[in-house]
């Protein structure tokens, strides 16, 4: 069964802070591995990783997947109060031809202090 | 900026009605997803649909889930005979190809939240 596990579940620092957050996984036919921001309602998409060492960069947002340790990490540098949300970790794996699903992690929930 | 759009955005029933939610993809988008967000619980992948067929579904998705595209704009989730436990956030997705079609992201719409009383 495929597994997608990321830690903290929970974390809470101050504005101005710099977080890191983590995700490991466990899958067949791995594609690649996206992080989505929640906060009210739907998932919005913030990067896509598919090579292993290639960091994503946008504005304090940045991403590094490690496919060697089947990991990948967010930081979040400088953080704002609108940064606060649930940050998901998901992995898409491929399946038959040109077929895909994501596997979710439980998500970590960010909680920013002004 | 295109999106999906899901409608209704709440929808209350008795255990045991039918449910229709729909979903209107990204137009250009051919592949569709379910998924679906317990209350306090990951996000959990129900079924992917493409070229009018499903492509994959999970063990969530039994008999009494069923989705159809009946025109060239929406995407549809039927539960049949709803339970206390399928109340949930579900979620709609679509993607422009899929996986080896090229570096496709799933686009979410807002979802509904279905509530079985």
């Known amino acids: 069964e495929d597994k997608v596990v990321q830690s903290p579940l929970s974390l809470v620092v101050h504005e101005g802070d710099t977080v890191t957050l983590n995700c490991s996984y466990e899958?067949?036919?791995?594609?690649?591995l996206l992080w989505y921001k929640q906060e009210k309602k739907a998932p919005t998409f913030l990067f896509m990783l598919?090579?292993?060492?290639i960091e994503k960069k946008s504005g304090r947002l940045s991403s590094i997947l490690d496919k060697k340790e089947l990991s990948s990490i967010l930081n979040i540098t400088a953080t704002q109060t609108g940064d606060s949300a649930i940050y998901l970790c998901?992995?898409?794996?491929?399946f038959g031809f040109g077929n895909e699903k994501l596997t979710f992690g439980t998500g970590t929930r960010l909680t920013i202090i002004p | 900026e295109p999106e999906v759009t899901q409608t209704p955005s709440h929808q209350v029933t008795q255990m045991g009605q039918e449910v229709i939610l729909r979903c209107v993809p990204i137009?250009?988008?051919?592949?569709f997803y379910w998924y679906r967000q317990i209350l306090g619980q990951k996000v959990e992948f129900l079924v992917s649909?493409?070229?009018?067929?499903?492509?994959?579904k999970s063990e969530i998705f039994d008999d009494q889930f069923s989705v159809e595209r009946p025109d060239g704009s929406n995407f549809t989730l039927k539960i049949r005979s709803t339970k206390l436990e399928d109340s949930a956030m579900y979620f709609c997705?679509?993607?422009?190809?899929?996986?080896?079609?090229?570096?496709?992201?799933?686009?979410f719409g807002p979802g509904t939240r279905l509530l079985v009383l």
């Open positions: 997705a679509s993607s422009e190809a899929g996986g080896l079609a090229g570096m496709e992201t799933q686009y």
């Open positions: 899958v067949t036919n791995f594609r690649s």
């Open positions: 137009s250009n988008h051919l592949y």
């Open positions: 598919t090579s292993s060492g």
């Open positions: 649909f493409y070229n009018n067929e499903i492509s994959e």
């Open positions: 998901a992995v898409e794996v491929l």
